[in-house]
């Protein structure tokens, strides 16, 4: 367990937790799409994350995730069903969502269609409603490297640990969340191979997360602090 202990600061930390929550979660040369980036043999599957949502994995046969049921919770609650297709090379084609927005008995559905560049990275995402019209494009383009070209960031080890003068900090055990897609996915939204701990500038840490692991360096919980209202701080991992 990792405990860092920090100041409170108050100003900008809704702001930097949303980002650090987008880079925890819910990236390494370039590999092969059709490869799990795992470099440890011992990989365990997530099976549910519990946190201010409860979200649910199931496998294809390729040992990629086949799907994802989130049950939503907070102030707005949001029920998501996402289905995965891969083709016969386990190239990840498209992303099927249906999104129920509980509390406007709203109901969306979304379906992303992925283009792919020469080193086997996602470089287009067009998303297509219910009537397959086009609602919006999103181009990527990387480094030498294969990751991301956005803004002023730093990768290393497979984890960002700069982002236009926020620091980040990591653990050496595994990022549950890392071993679930192809790496092209895991690139196009810079899923990190380890667990971040902390987030802050040069001069002072903003956020700190402490883990508890499982016997094969998994985490099984964490908390954030100092907690924010209205937002995740807390939350458990279970594995098939």
């Given at each position: 367990?990792?405990?860092?202990?920090?100041?409170?600061?108050?100003?900008?930390?809704?702001?930097?937790?949303?980002?650090i929550l987008s880079i925890?979660?819910?990236?390494?040369?370039?590999?092969?799409n059709s490869q799990n980036?795992?470099?440890?043999?011992?990989?365990?599957?997530?099976?549910?994350?519990?946190?201010?949502?409860?979200?649910?994995?199931?496998?294809?046969?390729?040992?990629?995730?086949?799907?994802?049921?989130?049950?939503?919770?907070?102030?707005?609650?949001?029920?998501?069903?996402?289905?995965?297709?891969?083709?016969?090379?386990?190239?990840?084609?498209?992303?099927?969502?249906?999104?129920?927005?509980?509390?406007?008995?709203?109901?969306?559905?979304?379906?992303?269609?992925?283009?792919?560049?020469?080193?086997?990275?996602?470089?287009?995402?067009?998303?297509?409603?219910?009537?397959?019209?086009?609602?919006?494009?999103?181009?990527?383009?990387?480094?030498?490297?294969?990751?991301?070209?956005?803004?002023?960031?730093?990768?290393?080890?497979?984890?960002?640990?700069?982002?236009?003068?926020i620091i980040y900090t990591?653990?050496?055990?595994?990022?549950?969340?890392?071993?679930?897609?192809?790496?092209?996915?895991?690139?196009?939204?810079?899923?990190?191979?380890?667990?971040?701990?902390?987030?802050?500038?040069?001069?002072?840490?903003?956020?700190?997360?402490?883990?508890?692991?499982?016997?094969?360096?998994?985490?099984?919980?964490?908390?954030?602090?100092?907690?924010?209202?209205?937002?995740?701080?807390?939350?458990?991992?279970?594995?098939?």
């Open positions: 367990m990792f405990f860092i202990f920090i100041k409170n600061h108050k100003i900008m930390k809704k702001a930097i937790l949303l980002t925890i979660a819910i990236s390494c040369n370039n590999d092969d980036p795992s470099d440890n043999n011992q990989i365990l599957k997530l099976k549910e994350y519990r946190g201010m949502d409860y979200k649910t994995y199931y496998y294809n046969q390729n040992g990629f995730v086949d799907s994802i049921s989130v049950i939503g919770g907070g102030m707005l609650p949001t029920n998501i069903q996402t289905k995965f297709h891969f083709n016969s090379e386990n190239k990840l084609v498209s992303t099927e969502r249906w999104i129920q927005i509980v509390i406007h008995e709203e109901s969306l559905y979304e379906n992303d269609i992925y283009e792919y560049n020469t080193e086997n990275l996602i470089s287009i995402k067009k998303t297509f409603d219910e009537n397959n019209s086009l609602i919006r494009t999103a181009n990527y383009s990387y480094n030498s490297d294969g990751y991301l070209t956005y803004g002023n960031q730093t990768y290393s080890n497979g984890n960002l640990v700069q982002d236009n003068g990591y653990d050496n055990n595994k990022n549950p969340f890392y071993d679930l897609y192809p790496l092209a996915y895991i690139r196009m939204n810079q899923i990190n191979k380890n667990n971040t701990l902390t987030s802050g500038n040069s001069s002072e840490i903003f956020l700190t997360f402490s883990y508890f692991y499982n016997e094969k360096s998994y985490p099984i919980s964490y908390q954030m602090t100092p907690g924010i209202a209205d937002l995740e701080d807390q939350a458990q991992y279970i594995y098939y």
